[in-house]
Nanobody, 123 residues
Framework: QVQLVESGGGLVQAGGSLRLSCAAS????????MVWFRQVPGKEREFVAA????????YYADSVKGRFTMSRDNTRNTVYLQMNSLKPEDTAVYYC????????????????WGQGTQVTVSS
């Protein structure tokens, strides 16, 4: 079984950067696709980015393409989301999730979810 814990959120000014981390416990992490979502109170959960278990394939929402970069270090059982040129519209709780298949239907079923980390971007 895998437990996911996000960290790295905080308060930044527009144009600034943050790097989120999602650390996994357990022994199946390296064979899971990892996905970042974000959610604002009162709105539906939004797909942000995904990375395959090997790290070869990545996929980004249009809203973050060119600004966010996803990576993973399977030795450390950790996935990262580097967020640059942050905008107030990026303010949300960011969650990581894991599933064993690469499927561009991102709004599907996931085996594991983290508890989320708050990102707030001030104007």
């Amino acid at each position: 079984q895998v437990q996911l814990v996000e960290s790295g959120g905080g308060l930044v000014q527009a144009g600034g950067s943050l790097r989120l981390s999602c650390a996994a416990s357990g022994r199946t992490f390296s064979r899971y696709a990892m996905v970042w979502f974000r959610q604002v109170p009162g709105k539906e959960r939004e797909f942000v980015a995904a990375i395959s278990w090997s790290g070869v394939s990545t996929y980004y929402a249009d809203s973050v393409k060119g600004r966010f970069t996803m990576s993973r270090d399977n030795t450390r059982n950790t996935v990262y989301l580097q967020m640059n040129s942050l905008k107030p519209e990026d303010t949300a709780v960011y969650y990581c999730a894991a599933r064993p298949t690469w499927d561009i239907n991102w709004y599907g079923t996931y085996d594991y979810w983290g508890q989320g980390t708050q990102v707030t971007v001030s104007s």
